[in-house]
Nanobody, 124 residues
Framework: QVQLVESGGGLVQTGGSLRLSCAAS????????MGWFRQAPGKEREFVAH????????SYADSVKGRFTISRDNAKNTVYLQMNSLIPEDTAVYYC?????????????????WGQGTQVTVSS
């Protein structure tokens, strides 16, 4: 069992930055690939980014590539999402999730554990 708690969301103006954190507890954090997803109002939840167990690889949705950076600190059992150049279309509830799959995956069904989410609102 893994418990995930997101933090760092808030209200920011267009062009601003936020850093989300996701603290994990429970089983060995470094055994899991970690992902970020988001769900905007009236839309389905979508993949944002993934980082492998040892930070050896990362992957991103095209919509955030070049603006967002995912990273992790296994010593602190935490995964981060640095979000720069934010635009109103980034407004959503952001979720972190953990997967036992070794390879990068953007499929929600591959993630076994989910956090409760943190709200990010980008004003125009």
């Amino acid at each position: 069992q893994v418990q995930l708690v997101e933090s760092g969301g808030g209200l920011v103006q267009t062009g601003g930055s936020l850093r989300l954190s996701c603290a994990a507890s429970g089983r060995t954090f470094s055994s899991y690939g970690m992902g970020w997803f988001r769900q905007a109002p009236g839309k389905e939840r979508e993949f944002v980014a993934h980082v492998s167990r040892n930070s050896g690889s990362t992957s991103y949705a095209d919509s955030v590539k070049g603006r967002f950076t995912i990273s992790r600190d296994n010593a602190k059992n935490t995964v981060y999402l640095q979000m720069n150049s934010l635009i109103p279309e980034d407004t959503a509830v952001y979720y972190c999730a953990a997967t036992l799959r070794f390879i990068s995956t953007s499929r929600q069904r591959d993630y076994e554990y989910w956090g409760q989410g943190t709200q990010v609102t980008v004003s125009s």
